[in-house]
């Protein structure tokens, strides 16, 4: 395999992608929002109620029609803790995968339909690299970013968290081994599952925006988890998340090796 022509074209995507503002603006602002005002107003929301018992009276509606087990590890807590966790720990964990989601694929989206827009599409039939390293190189330059943002995330979120919640908690309260598992098992393959879509999706069509627009319904699994922890259908544990994470990085290996089997450089030209 050819490194420095592979490291070559991921920084070559890298680059093109912190030039774009349009690309940018969205994946600082996303993550922001997620890892920090979110947060920070859960954790302080206790505080900013005049009336606890009857305002909070809804959330004891909500925590009865939760499972079992998640009603066990809450019992510890008075009701204005187990909000603090049940939303920072529990419902917002789902949301998490939607941050490396949104970072894969929007720069997965631009890795061939981007190269059509700029008129730089020709120049990938010249390079040295073959066609395997070449879809090698558009995963990667897609899913280090997004790995990358995962895990300052992460570190963000809990400081963010544990910080507002002090006052109330007491106590060093976030992460727990479940949040352990989605960052460093879950997140990875999410990303890998945007990637794999939107570069298979990004080779066939014209555009950034096409692709974008069609790869999207990548995060309409994400959405269902979301909708299933808080109607209390399921909630998100440390075995949950481990045999997500295995469902899903056997999809991204299928999702590969469709890739690796399709994927000829000749047929971007042909097609933009």
Do not use: C, H
Not at 70 to 97: D, G
Not at 232 to 239: D, E, P, T
């Amino acid at each position: 395999m050819k490194k420095r022509a592979l490291q070559a074209m991921i920084r070559k995507d890298l680059t093109a992608v912190i030039r774009s503002k349009g690309l940018m603006i969205p994946m600082i602002i996303v993550p922001l929002i997620f890892f920090i005002l979110i947060p920070v107003l859960t954790s302080l929301a206790p505080n900013l109620i005049n009336i606890p018992g009857a305002n909070l009276a809804e959330f004891e509606t909500f925590l009865e029609r939760m499972p079992g087990g998640l009603q066990e590890i809450l019992a510890p807590y008075n009701l204005e803790q187990s909000v603090i966790v049940m939303m920072v720990v529990y419902v917002f964990a789902p949301m998490f995968l939607i941050v490396p989601l949104m970072v894969s694929s929007v720069i997965a989206a631009d890795s061939f339909a981007g190269e059509k827009e700029r008129g730089t599409i020709e120049a990938l039939l010249y390079t040295p690299l073959s066609d395997l390293e070449l879809f090698l190189a558009k995963l990667l330059a897609a899913w280090i970013p997004a790995l990358l943002v995962s895990l300052a995330g992460f570190v963000i979120y809990t400081l963010a968290a544990n910080l507002a919640g002090w006052r109330i908690m007491g106590e060093i309260f976030f992460p727990n081994w479940m949040w352990v598992g989605l960052v460093f098992w879950v997140s990875p393959a999410v990303a890998g599952l945007g990637l794999s879509t939107m570069v298979l999706v990004s080779s066939r069509v014209k555009g950034f925006q096409e692709a974008n627009q069609i790869g999207g319904v990548v995060v309409l699994p994400i959405l269902l988890l979301v909708i299933g922890q808080t109607t209390g259908v399921m909630y998100f544990n440390l075995s949950l998340v481990l045999l997500l994470g295995l469902l899903i990085w056997v999809v991204d290996a299928v999702l590969f090796w469709i890739g690796v089997r399709t994927f000829a450089r000749e047929r971007l030209v042909v097609g933009s």
